[in-house]
């Protein structure tokens, strides 16, 4: 089992920044991809970010590429998303997932466990 719990959420204005932070336990965090969905009101949850195990690969949907940026410290068991530019958009439940392979995917059936989310509210 890995248990996973996001911090960083809050109210921002339009064009403002966040950092999501995941923090992991149980199993070794190394040994798993990671990634960023994002769930808004009466939507579906759609994919954010990925990485794999190391940190070397990552992947951006094209609604945050050049806006958000995800990383790791596997020191620390700790997933990181750091959002520029913020949108209205934007403005979802953030959750942090643990992959099934050491690889990030783009799909969500691809990821074993999850966080229980972290609200983001962009205000235009």
């Known amino acids: 089992q890995v248990q996973l719990v996001e911090s960083g959420g809050g109210l921002v204005q339009a064009g403002g920044s966040l950092r999501l932070s995941c923090a992991a336990s149980?199993?070794?965090?190394?040994?798993?991809?990671m990634g960023w969905f994002r769930q808004a009101p009466g939507k579906e949850r759609e994919f954010v970010a990925a990485?794999?195990?190391?940190?070397?690969?990552?992947v951006n949907s094209n609604s945050v590429n050049g806006r958000f940026t995800i990383s790791r410290d596997n020191a620390k068991n700790t997933l990181y998303l750091k959002m520029s530019s913020l949108k209205p958009e934007d403005t979802a439940v953030y959750y942090c997932?643990?992959?099934?392979?050491?690889?990030?995917?783009?799909?969500?059936?691809?990821?074993?466990?999850w966080g229980q989310g972290t609200q983001v509210t962009v205000s235009s």
């Open positions: 990485i794999n195990w190391s940190g070397t690969g990552a």
């Open positions: 149980g199993r070794t965090f190394s040994n798993y991809a």
């Open positions: 997932a643990a992959g099934r392979t050491q690889d990030g995917t783009m799909l969500s059936e691809d990821y074993e466990y």
